[in-house]
């Protein structure tokens, strides 16, 4: 199917290469001490993927950089289960109704926490039931229970701060894009086999023209000690056990204002974007995902707004990236999903919740993206 033509005016693109939009000796860092990041890696750890077919080779300017390796324990149906590792997250999935489902903690001595009401509607919604990621605080098992009536009920336990290290190669120099100094996946942790099932790649990348950005909140807690951890989970949690083949999210910013590569996007474009200028397409508002780039920040944004610093990167990444696109931040539009021809009408810098019934980007999240847009056309 051809792709359907924009409702608003565009600049035309020109190709461009991730050398040509990252470098810039002038560039805008974002947060302090940010860890460098990378384009390519070679990793040592995992399986499924071509890296595994030959040892690490560090590339020029590149130094080694070690990762724990994510563990996962699945689980099914309600009731107890037990992880056999300190867990950072349980990731819940189940059919039938979205709400009602619950979740208890044990620590190593067996002793139980009071149950915690699981939100089925957060910001990885699912058509057909609930879903949800839920911090685990260091517990060794856990108990589920399930709304009534339902069916298909699915846990997976995650840890991603404790498991055996894996070497990344990392430059030993940041990057940007367009000024914004970013996290690449491999500066994260990203093993890039998850991108794999059954020996292929489970979610091939397809490239449409930027039309719109849409705004998110993870969900997870706020205080965040270690922000890469959160993302390794989300990641574990989007590619295997919702089966995405990949994080959701083009990228990610912390409460310090780091911003972090989401979605892979090939090598020959800069991150999200093809050497083409188009968007890869990514998993983070089912049915109006082609064309629609995704940016979620780490936490829980319904009661509490975003940090000073988390609402300046995204102010400024919004900025950068409807400059790429030639995009209008305060603009009405028409959004036309070039797959199927589907439309919806929002503003070209939106929030999740104007695409799907969600929670997310969170109430107080929801009511700044005014102030988001205007700051972001200036």
Same mark, same amino acid.
């Given at each position: 199917?051809?792709?359907?033509?924009?409702?608003?005016?565009?600049?035309?693109?020109?190709?461009?290469?991730?050398?040509?939009?990252?470098?810039?000796?002038?560039?805008?860092?974002?947060?302090?001490?940010?860890?460098?990041?990378?384009?390519?890696?070679?990793?040592?750890?995992?399986?499924?993927?071509?890296?595994?077919?030959?040892?690490?080779?560090?590339?020029?300017?590149?130094?080694?950089?070690?990762?724990?390796?994510?563990?996962?324990?699945?689980?099914?149906?309600?009731?107890?289960?037990?992880?056999?590792?300190?867990?950072?997250?349980?990731?819940?999935?189940?059919?039938?109704?979205?709400?009602?489902? $619950? +979740?208890?903690?044990?620590?190593?001595?067996?002793?139980?926490?009071?149950?915690?009401?699981?939100?089925?509607? $957060?910001?990885?919604?699912?058509?057909?039931?609930?879903? @949800?990621?839920?911090?685990?605080?260091?517990?060794?098992?856990?108990?589920?229970? @399930?709304?009534?009536?339902?069916?298909?009920?699915?846990?997976?336990? +995650?840890?991603?701060?404790?498991?055996?290290?894996?070497?990344?190669?990392?430059?030993?120099?940041?990057?940007?894009?367009?000024?914004?100094?970013?996290?690449?996946?491999?500066?994260?942790?990203?093993?890039?086999?998850?991108?794999?099932?059954?020996?292929?790649?489970?979610?091939?990348?397809?490239?449409?023209?930027?039309?719109?950005?849409?705004?998110?909140? *993870?969900?997870?807690?706020?205080?965040?000690?270690?922000?890469?951890?959160?993302?390794?989970?989300?990641?574990?949690?989007?590619? +295997?056990?919702?089966?995405?083949?990949? +994080?959701?999210?083009?990228?990610?910013?912390?409460?310090?204002?780091?911003?972090?590569?989401?979605?892979?996007?090939?090598?020959?474009?800069?991150?999200?974007?093809?050497?083409?200028?188009?968007?890869?397409?990514?998993?983070? *508002?089912?049915?109006?995902?082609? $064309?629609?780039?995704?940016?979620?920040?780490?936490?829980?944004?319904?009661?509490?707004?975003?940090?000073?610093?988390?609402?300046?990167?995204?102010?400024?990444?919004?900025?950068?990236?409807?400059?790429?696109?030639?995009?209008?931040?305060?603009?009405?539009?028409?959004? !036309?999903?070039?797959?199927?021809?589907?439309?919806?009408?929002?503003?070209? !810098?939106?929030?999740?919740?104007?695409?799907?019934?969600?929670?997310?980007?969170?109430?107080?999240?929801?009511?700044?993206?005014?102030?988001?847009?205007?700051?972001?056309?200036?």
């Amino acid at each position: 199917m051809s792709e359907s033509p924009h409702t608003t005016t565009h600049r035309r693109k020109r190709p461009f290469s991730r050398r040509a939009v990252l470098g810039g000796a002038g560039a805008v860092a974002v947060g302090a001490g940010v860890t460098p990041a990378v384009f390519a890696v070679t990793d040592s750890g995992g399986s499924g993927g071509p890296a595994d077919d030959a040892a690490p080779q560090a590339a020029a300017g590149t130094r080694s950089e070690d990762f724990p390796e994510t563990r996962s324990a699945a689980a099914s149906g309600d009731g107890a289960a037990s992880a056999g590792f300190a867990a950072s997250y349980v990731a819940l999935r189940w059919q039938g109704a979205r709400d009602g489902a $619950g +979740i208890r903690f044990r620590d190593g001595d067996g002793a139980a926490d009071g149950w915690r009401t699981v939100r089925g509607g $957060g910001c990885a919604a699912v058509e057909d039931g609930g879903t @949800a990621l839920v911090a685990a605080g260091a517990a060794t098992a856990y108990e589920v229970t @399930a709304p009534a009536s339902a069916t298909d009920i699915r846990s997976v336990a +995650i840890d991603t701060t404790d498991g055996p290290s894996r070497g990344v190669e990392v430059p030993s120099e940041p990057t940007r894009v367009r000024g914004v100094r970013y996290l690449s996946r491999p500066a994260w942790g990203a093993d890039e086999s998850k991108r794999y099932k059954d020996g292929q790649v489970n979610s091939p990348e397809k490239y449409y023209p930027l039309q719109t950005i849409t705004v998110h909140h *993870t969900d997870t807690p706020n205080g965040d000690a270690d922000p890469a951890a959160t993302i390794r989970a989300i990641y574990e949690y989007h590619a +295997i056990t919702l089966d995405w083949g990949d +994080i959701g999210y083009h990228f990610l910013i912390d409460e310090a204002g780091n911003v972090y590569e989401g979605r892979y996007s090939g090598e020959d474009g800069a991150p999200a974007f093809d050497g083409n200028g188009d968007l890869v397409t990514a998993f983070h *508002t089912a049915g109006y995902n082609s $064309g629609n780039l995704g940016i979620a920040l780490l936490g829980t944004l319904t009661d509490t707004g975003p940090t000073d610093a988390a609402k300046e990167s995204l102010v400024r990444l919004v900025k950068v990236l409807s400059l790429l696109g030639g995009l209008d931040p305060q603009a009405a539009t028409t959004f !036309v999903n070039p797959v199927d021809g589907v439309t919806k009408d929002v503003t070209t !810098v939106s929030g999740h919740r104007d695409w799907l019934e969600t929670d997310c980007p969170g109430q107080t999240m929801y009511d700044l993206l005014t102030e988001v847009r205007a700051a972001a056309a200036r």
